[in-house]
C-alpha cells in the first residue's frame, strides 16, 4: 500500500498585512515553512534589531559582530540592510526607559525618523517596554514618522489606547503584546479593534520566552493561537505574529559568560548565536511571521534555512 | 484501534472476582479503555485476549529501548501532536557520528568528547546520548571502532552497508543492545533475520516514506518490530515534511508503517556544524525520534540540549523545588537571607550564582506554584502578606540572630508593603534584577 501524505490545508488563513510593501501572513497552514500543507504567499521575515543607544554590558559576540555601529543608530540600520540583508529593521527605543536614561519622547522620536529616513526597508518601533512611557513615545515616533507606514509597538492592555489612535490617523500597523496567553491575545485584538483598528493593521507579540527561560510556553502558545485561527476559524486571533527573539536569547547566562568562567560549556561566540538561532527556529516552527534577531551570523543561519522553501 | 470499554470487557473473564482491585470486570475495562490501568493486573485473563488488547492498546508510535544500563535511551511512544494536549514524552535522543575511516587519534578524542560532555541544569542531566558509528574501511577497522565505541557504555548505532560485516557485529555486541543501520528494500528479509536472532532494533531505510513504508512491512511481517525510520531526505525541508508527515499518519490515521520513531541523519546533508545544531533543534521541535549530527561540541551540545528539554517538559506542570530553607556554602547565625519563588530555573540560576559565589547563605524558597518571580508576581501569589505570612511560619529567626531579608530586584516594588508585614525590627534589602549579579552583591553585603 502506498503512502499517502496526510497534508493539513485549512479553509481559513492568516491575514495578510502589509509593512509598507513588505507582506507578512497570508498563509492556511500552520507554520510559515509548512509548505508542504499549502501555498505560503509571503515568507517569513527577518528583521534585525537596531538599539537606539549604544548598549551597555553586551554580550562579547555581539560586540565583535556590531561594536563598530552598535553607537550610531543609523549606521548600525545602514549595516543590517546594506550588509546583513535584513527584511526590516526593529528599532528598539530603550533609551526612553524611565528607570534607564528616561529620554523624552520626541527626542526618541527624532532617532526613528533619522532610521526611518536612511534606510528603505520597511521599519519597526518598538518601545521601552514601560507601557507608559511608551504611550506617550509611540504617539511622538508616529507622529514624527508620518509619510511612510511603520509597525509600531508593543502596544499593550494599558496603552493600546494612545498607540491604536495615533496608528489609525497615519496608517500604521500595530504589534499587540499580550504575556503569553491565548485569551488576552484575542482580548487586546479585540480592544483594538473597538477602537477601529482593523485586523489588517494587527500583528501578534505573544511575548518571547527564550531558550532555556520559557520558550516552551511561548512556543505552544503561538501554536494554539494559529490553531485557533486556522483550525476553529477565530477571527480574532487571525493575525500574523511577530517574535522578539534577539532581545530574549541573548539575555540568558549561556549566551553571555565566556569559556573561561565555564571552560564546559564551549566557544562563547558558537553558543551564543545558537542560542538565538535555535530559539528562532523553534519560534519559526511555532508560526512566527517575523523573526527579530540581532547578530548577523543567526541571521544567516536562518536566511539558510528559509532560502530551502521559498528559493 | 481504540477499544471501547465493553469491547473490553468481552474480553476479559467476566467473572468479577476483584483481584485486580476493581469491583466488576466491566469497571475494570473502563479504566482499561481510558489508560488508566495495565492488563497484567488481572491474572486470569487468557494469552489471547491479551495479545489483542496489548495490540489493541499500544501507542500509535512504536516505544522501545536502546542500549542497556544507565545510558539506556528509550524512543517514540510519542501519542499527540502539540505538547499543550498531553505532553511529548522521551526526549530526542542525540547521537555523534564517528567513523572508521577517521584516525586512530581523531576517534578518541571524540569518543572521549562524547562521554564527557554532560551538563546539569534544573536537576536534570543533558548529555550527549548515543554514539552512531559508521563502516566505511573495511570490516576489522569496524570492528576495532566498535570495540572503542561499546567502552564508552552509550548506546550506539551499528551502521554498515556490508551484510557480512552488520551481521558479525550484531552478534558480537547482542548484549549492549545496539541498533542497526539499515534494512533497506534490497536486504529487508536478511536484515530482519539477523535482527531476530540477536533481539536488536533496526532503521528502515528508503527513499521517501513510500519506500520506508515498504521497507517496514517486510520488517514488520517478518516479525520485527523496534523499528526506526529514515526517509533519507537531502534537506531540512524534506526532513521538516517527512518528520510531520509521519507523525501525522500515525497519530491521526493509526497507519502502522511509518509508526515508529524518525531517525535523523542531519550529518548527511547539514552545510556545517552550526547548521547540523540549527536543523537538530528544528527538528526535535518538529518530532525527530533520534537526531544523527557530526561534532561532539559543548557550544553546540548545549543549546540542543536544552532546547530539547524545552520541548519535553510537561507543559501541566512546571517544574517545582520544595518549598522551604536552603542552607548554601555552610550558612550560620550572620550569614544573609535571600528569599525567591519555587520554579525549578528560578532555584537553579539561584542556587548556581550564590554557590559560584562562595557566601554563605540561607535561601527561603517559597512555594509559588512553580512560577517565576514576576510570572508569580503579577498572579498574586509572590506578595507582601502572602510572603510575610510564609517567613513568619519558618523558624528562620531561629536560623539567624539578624532581622535582615533579600528580595530579587524585578519585585522591588514590594519591599515597602514587606517589611510592614514583616514587622518591627525587619529591614527588607532590594537586590539585583539578574542573577548573575547576585555575587558581587554578596560579597559587598555587611550585617
Ligand atoms: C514563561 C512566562 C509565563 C508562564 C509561566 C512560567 C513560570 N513557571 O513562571 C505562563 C505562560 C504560565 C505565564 C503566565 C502569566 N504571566 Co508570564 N511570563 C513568562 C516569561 C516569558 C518568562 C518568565 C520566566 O520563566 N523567567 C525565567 C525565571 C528564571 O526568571 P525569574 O524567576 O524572574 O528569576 C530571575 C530573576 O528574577 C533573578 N532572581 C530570582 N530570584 C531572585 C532572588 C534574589 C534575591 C535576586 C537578587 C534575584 C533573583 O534570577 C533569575 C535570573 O536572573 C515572562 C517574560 C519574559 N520574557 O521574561 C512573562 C511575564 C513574567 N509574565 C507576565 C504576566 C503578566 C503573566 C500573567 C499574569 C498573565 C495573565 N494575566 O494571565 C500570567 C500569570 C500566571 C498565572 N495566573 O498563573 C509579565 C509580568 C509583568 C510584570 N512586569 O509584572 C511578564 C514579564 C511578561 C510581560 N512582559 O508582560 N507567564
Ligand atoms: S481480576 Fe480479572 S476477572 Fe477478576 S474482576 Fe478483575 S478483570 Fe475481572
Known amino acids: 500500500m502506498a503512502f499517502k501524505e496526510p497534508v493539513e490545508k485549512y479553509s481559513n488563513s492568516v491575514v495578510e498585512v502589509d509593512v509598507s510593501g513588505v507582506k507578512v501572513g497570508g498563509q492556511s497552514v500552520l507554520s510559515g515553512i509548512y509548505t508542504f500543507d499549502g501555498p505560503v504567499p509571503n515568507p517569513p521575515k527577518i528583521a534585525m534589531e537596531v538599539i537606539d543607544t549604544q548598549p551597555e554590558e553586551w554580550p562579547q559576540p555581539l560586540i565583535d559582530a556590531l561594536g563598530d555601529v552598535y553607537s550610531d543608530p543609523v549606521k548600525w540600520a545602514l549595516k543590517c540592510q546594506n550588509e546583513y540583508k535584513a527584511d526590516m529593521i526593529c528599532l528598539s527605543l530603550l533609551s526612553a526607559d524611565p528607570n534607564g536614561m528616561n529620554r523624552p519622547a520626541d527626542e526618541v522620536a527624532k532617532t526613528a525618523r533619522a532610521v526611518l529616513d536612511a534606510i528603505n526597508v520597511p521599519l519597526i518601533v518598538y518601545g521601552c517596554l514601560n507601557s507608559e512611557k511608551d504611550g506617550e513615545v509611540m504617539k511622538a515616533v508616529q507622529e514624527a514618522c508620518h509619510g511612510k507606514v511603520i509597525l509600531v509597538g508593543p502596544a499593550d492592555d494599558e496603552n493600546y489606547k494612545q498607540i491604536g ?17 491565548v485569551n488576552l491575545a484575542k482580548q487586546l485584538n479585540i480592544l483594538l479593534g473597538n477602537l477601529g483598528v482593523p485586523m489588517e493593521s494587527i500583528i501578534i507579540d505573544p511575548t518571547t520566552g527564550g531558550l532555556g527561560y520559557g520558550i516552551e510556553y511561548t512556543f505552544s502558545v503561538m501554536q494554539r ?7 476553529q476559524g477565530d477571527d480574532k486571533l487571525k493575525s500574523p505574529i511577530i517574535s522578539m527573539i534577539g532581545k530574549e536569547a541573548w539575555k540568558a547566562r549561556e549566551a553571555k559568560i565566556s569559556a573561561s568562567e565555564e571552560p564546559s560549556f564551549g566557544d562563547l561566540t558558537t553558543r551564543g548565536i545558537l542560542w538565538e538561532a535555535i530559539t528562532a527556529i523553534n519560534l519559526l516552527a511555532a508560526g512566527s511571521d517575523i523573526l527579530v534577531l540581532r547578530h548577523p551570523e543567526s541571521v544567516k543561519l536562518l536566511r539558510n534555512i528559509l532560502n530551502e522553501f521559498f528559493s | 484501534m481504540g477499544l471501547t470499554g465493553i469491547q473490553i470487557y468481552k474480553l476479559l473473564p467476566q467473572t468479577n472476582c476483584k483481584d485486580c482491585g476493581e469491583p466488576t470486570c466491566l469497571a475494570f475495562a473502563m479504566k482499561l479503555a481510558a489508560g488508566k490501568a495495565d492488563i497484567s493486573l488481572c491474572p486470569y485473563v487468557s494469552e489471547e485476549s491479551k495479545a489483542k488488547l496489548s495490540e489493541a492498546t499500544a501507542p500509535p508510535i ?9 545510558g539506556m535511551v528509550k524512543v517514540g511512544g510519542e501519542t499527540v501532536m502539540f505538547r499543550h494536549e498531553k505532553t511529548f514524552f522521551n526526549p530526542t535522543p542525540i547521537a555523534v557520528m564517528v567513523k572508521d575511516s577517521e584516525s586512530d587519534d581523531a576517534i578518541s578524542a571524540k569518543l572521549s568528547k562524547i562521554s564527557s560532555i554532560c551538563f546539569e541544569r534544573v536537576g536534570k542531566k543533558l548529555c550527549v546520548d548515543m554514539v552512531f558509528a559508521k563502516n566505511e574501511a573495511d570490516g576489522a577497522k569496524f570492528m576495532a571502532l566498535l570495540d572503542k565505541v561499546a567502552a564508552t557504555n552509550k548506546p550506539f548505532v551499528i551502521a554498515s552497508d556490508n551484510l557480512e560485516t552488520l551481521k558479525q557485529a550484531a552478534e558480537k555486541y547482542k548484549d549492549k543492545k545496539p541498533m542497526l543501520y539499515a534494512a533497506t528494500l534490497a536486504n529487508a528479509d536478511a536484515i530482519a533475520e539477523i535482527a531476530k536472532a540477536t533481539g536488536l532494533s533496526v532503521v528502515a531505510k528508503g527513499n521517501g516514506l513510500d519506500e520506508v513504508s515498504q521497507v517496514t512491512s517486510k520488517l514488520l511481517a517478518a516479525g520485527v518490530k523496534d523499528i526506526a525510520i529514515d526517509s533519507t531526505p537531502k534537506n531540512f525541508k524534506d526532513a521538516l515534511k517527512d518528520n510531520v508527515f509521519a507523525r501525522r499518519a500515525s497519530i491521526k490515521q493509526k497507519v502502522k508503517e511509518v509508526g515508529f520513531p524518525t531517525f535523523n541523519v542531519i550529518s548527511d546533508y547539514a552545510k556545517d556544524g552550526m547548521m547540523e545544531a540549527v536543523i537538530a533543534s528544528g527538528l ?7 537526531v544523527v549530527i557530526s561534532e561532539p561540541d559543548p557550544a553546540k551540545i548545549l543549546p540542543i540540549t536544552v532546547s530539547r528539554m524545552n520541548v519535553f517538559t510537561d507543559p501541566q506542570r512546571p517544574m517545582v523545588v520544595e518549598q522551604g530553607i536552603y542552607p548554601i556554602n555552610n550558612p550560620d547565625e550572620n550569614s544573609p537571607v535571600i528569599i525567591t519563588v519555587n520554579f525549578a530555573l528560578t532555584y537553579f540560576i539561584v542556587s548556581a550564582e550564590i554557590e559560584a559565589s562562595r557566601v554563605p547563605c540561607w535561601l527561603m524558597i517559597m512555594d509559588t506554584e512553580g512560577l517565576s518571580v514576576l510570572t508569580a508576581w503579577s498572579a498574586g501569589k509572590f506578595v507582601a502578606d502572602a510572603m510575610a505570612i510564609y517567613v513568619k511560619k519558618t523558624d528562620i529567626t531561629q536560623k539567624v540572630k539578624h532581622r535582615k531579608i533579600i528580595i530579587p530586584g524585578y519585585v522591588a516594588q514590594l519591599s515597602g508593603e514587606f517589611q510592614e508585614e514583616l514587622g518591627e525590627g525587619w529591614e527588607v534589602q532590594i537586590g539585583p534584577r539578574e542573577a548573575a549579579d547576585l555575587p558581587k552583591f554578596l560579597k559587598m553585603w555587611k550585617l
Not at chain 1, 493561537?225 to 483550525?231: F, H, K, P, T
Not at chain 2, 526535535?284 to 533520534?290: H, L, P, R, S, V
Open chain 1, 165 to 181: 489612535a495615533a496608528s489609525l490617523g497615519y496608517g500604521n500597523k500595530v504589534a499587540a503584546q499580550s504575556p503569553i496567553d
Open chain 1, 225 to 231: 493561537i494559529r490553531l485557533a485561527a486556522l483550525a
Open chain 2, 62 to 70: 512504536r516505544e522501545f529501548t536502546i542500549g542497556t544500563g544507565d
Open chain 2, 284 to 290: 526535535i521541535a518538529q518530532y525527530a525520534g533520534i
